[in-house]
């Protein structure tokens, strides 16, 4: 093995200390800055980090939620800025008419943040501490009759979502006909 310089290491040893830096500040742990003004918040998660264990531990719901989910939420917020419209609407309103209401020039960011905002936020409500197990009522017959038995559901969906090539989402959606379809959608798109 090669010895190092004093220089060497010193260099080494600063690139690795600004690539730390660099890596904290990407997940929210540089000095606390105040968040970008305009009209989206990250809401609360409605459960307790901890409150899904052991199926997804309280250090990764923080991590997701608190800096991943909130990253989405500022950089949204900083893609509008001084866009009075778009600040005026919801995220539910934005998402939908992305394509007629947003500019050309901000329409990707607003996709990826304004997405990844309204993604994040129904995944969140679309889990809880007594929640899972096998549909009932009205969603199980309309999952037996459209794809056999949940079971059948369960394996469509799951193919549908590793199918997706790199980073998207797996969704199950009631489509302009009225029936159930499974769909998935790249990166932070929404159905």
Same mark, same amino acid.
Request: aromatic share 6%.
């Given at each position: 093995?090669?010895?190092?310089? &004093?220089?060497?290491?010193?260099?080494?040893?600063?690139?690795?200390?600004?690539?730390? $830096?660099?890596? /904290?500040?990407?997940?929210? /742990?540089?000095?606390? /800055?105040?968040?970008p003004?305009?009209?989206?918040?990250?809401? !609360? $998660?409605?459960?307790?980090? =901890?409150?899904l +264990?052991?199926?997804?531990?309280?250090?990764?719901?923080?991590?997701?939620?608190? %800096?991943?989910?909130?990253?989405?939420v500022?950089? $949204?917020?900083?893609?509008?800025?001084? =866009?009075?419209?778009?600040?005026?609407?919801?995220?539910?309103?934005?998402? %939908?008419?992305? =394509?007629?209401?947003?500019?050309?020039?901000? %329409?990707?960011?607003?996709?990826?943040?304004?997405g990844?905002?309204?993604?994040?936020?129904?995944?969140?409500?679309?889990?809880? !501490?007594?929640?899972?197990?096998?549909?009932?009522? !009205?969603?199980? +017959?309309?999952?037996?009759?459209?794809?056999?038995?949940?079971? /059948?559901?369960?394996?469509?969906f799951?193919?549908? *979502?590793?199918? &997706?090539?790199?980073?998207?989402?797996?969704?199950?959606?009631? =489509?302009?006909?009225? %029936?159930?379809?499974?769909?998935?959608?790249?990166?932070? +798109? *929404? !159905?």
């Open positions: 093995m090669q010895s190092l310089t &004093r220089r060497q290491a010193l260099k080494t040893l600063g690139l690795g200390a600004a690539g730390l $830096l660099l890596g /904290q500040k990407a997940f929210g /742990q540089a000095a606390a /800055q105040a968040p003004a305009g009209p989206f918040r990250l809401a !609360p $998660l409605p459960y307790a980090n =901890n409150a +264990e052991p199926h997804i531990d309280a250090r990764t719901m923080e991590i997701h939620h608190d %800096r991943h989910h909130l990253a989405y500022n950089n $949204l917020n900083t893609a509008i800025a001084g =866009n009075a419209a778009l600040s005026a609407m919801t995220i539910d309103q934005i998402v %939908r008419g992305i =394509n007629t209401v947003v500019p050309a020039a901000i %329409r990707t960011a607003v996709t990826n943040n304004g990844g905002h309204w993604n994040h936020t129904f995944f969140w409500s679309s889990m809880g !501490p007594n929640a899972g197990g096998n549909p009932q009522g !009205p969603l199980a +017959e309309v999952i037996n009759s459209t794809f056999t038995s949940v079971a /059948q559901f369960k394996a469509a799951k193919t549908a *979502c590793l199918g &997706r090539f790199g980073s998207g989402w797996g969704w199950l959606v009631k =489509n302009a006909a009225g %029936r159930l379809e499974i769909v998935s959608t790249a990166n932070q +798109e *929404c !159905p």
